[in-house]
């Protein structure tokens, strides 16, 4: 089992910038892709950004467009989001999720872990 703890979500203006954050913690994290999602009020869960365990391969969903790196902490165990050029419709809850079924993972069906889910909130 992997525990996943998601942090560093809040409220940013238009054009801000927010960087989060997922922990993991349980089974070794040295084989767990890992991988973020978001889903708004009323909405369905999208993929937003996965990594490989190694780190070494990432995806991005297409709306990210530049504006959001993912990256693996030096110990691997953790996995951050970074958010530039925030807009109003990047306003979600965003889930950190992990899986061992391939380097990366794009869909939601393939997670098998998530984390309780991080706010953040664009302003203008």
């Known amino acids: 089992q992997v525990h996943l703890v998601e942090s560093g979500g809040g409220l940013v203006q238009i054009g801000g910038s927010l960087r989060l954050s997922c922990t993991a913690s349980?089974?070794?994290?040295?084989?767990?892709?890992m991988g973020w999602f978001r889903q708004a009020p009323g909405k369905e869960r999208d993929f937003v950004a996965a990594?490989?365990?190694?780190?070494?391969?990432?995806s991005y969903a297409r709306f990210v467009q530049g504006r959001f790196t993912i990256s693996r902490g030096a110990g691997k165990n953790i996995v951050y989001l970074q958010m530039t050029n925030l807009k109003p419709e990047d306003t979600a809850t965003y889930y950190c999720g992990g899986h061992e079924r391939g380097p990366v993972g794009i869909d939601i069906d393939e997670y098998d872990y998530w984390g309780q889910g991080t706010q953040v909130t664009v302003s203008s």
């Open positions: 349980g089974r070794t994290s040295s084989t767990v892709a």
């Open positions: 990594i490989s365990a190694s780190g070494g391969s990432t």
